[in-house]
T-cell receptor, first 112, second 111 residues
């Protein structure tokens, strides 16, 4: 158990819908990272937040947005969902950028 | 830009050795290695920060050649528990704190 929690574990929805994925980092960790992993693919970096502020951005679609709240939990919002958005979404956290990242169990999103 | 990992897949017998390579076109600040078992989250193995640095973790070690922008992960006397997909993640000087992962190397260990 990494100490990072993600909810929900599974999510099934339809094209065109909007969903919110939630992540609670390890206690004391200020940085949160979001990754997308499609079937048998690598980890695609989406976005990083540090203490509530956006720190780095990857190949995140305009339909996707994220935020980190004062209590340091983070949410990833995915809208106008397409079939290709089906993937595992991981959240990771660490205390300092560049250090070991602790990954949550992931949210498996299926878009039908 | 995504680092390139090689090989894409490797099959070993228990006790054999393997080397997984990771190379980048960018000047690297650090290289991270993670292992992911099927259906699970990636788990941290090690970070290499300085050119020429080598680290070890049980029978898994790694090296980082900053000049060549390359890192290699060495698995010696492989065990069944080493099976999984290994990812290298690179942090470039031009984009600090952003870790870009390679596409992974799938390692299968046969008894």
């Amino acid at each position: 158990d990494s100490g990072v929690t993600q909810t929900p574990k599974h999510l099934i929805t339809a094209t065109g819908q909007r969903v919110t994925l939630r992540c609670s980092p390890r206690s004391g960790d200020l940085s949160v990272y979001w990754y997308q992993q499609s079937l048998d693919q690598g980890l695609q970096f989406l976005i990083q937040y540090y203490n509530g502020e956006e720190r780095a951005k990857g190949n995140i679609l305009e339909r996707f947005s994220a935020q980190q709240f004062p209590d340091l939990h983070s949410e990833l919002n995915l809208s106008s969902l397409e079939l290709g958005d089906s993937a595992l979404y991981f959240c990771a956290s660490n205390r300092l950028a560049g250090n070991e990242q602790f990954f949550g169990p992931g949210t498996r999103l299926t878009v039908l | 830009q995504q680092p390139v990992q090689s090989p894409q897949a490797v099959i070993l017998r228990e006790g054999e050795d393997a080397v997984i390579n990771c190379s980048s076109s960018k000047a690297l600040y650090s290289v991270h290695w993670y292992r992911q078992k099927h259906g699970e989250a990636p788990v941290f193995l090690m970070i290499l920060l300085k050119g020429g640095e080598q680290k070890g973790h049980d029978k898994i070690s790694a090296s980082f050649n900053e000049k060549k922008q390359q890192s290699s992960l060495y698995l010696t006397a492989s065990q069944l528990s080493y099976s999984g997909t290994y990812f290298c993640g690179t942090e470039a000087y031009s984009s600090a704190s952003k870790i870009i992962f390679g596409s992974g190397t799938r390692l299968s260990i046969r008894p």
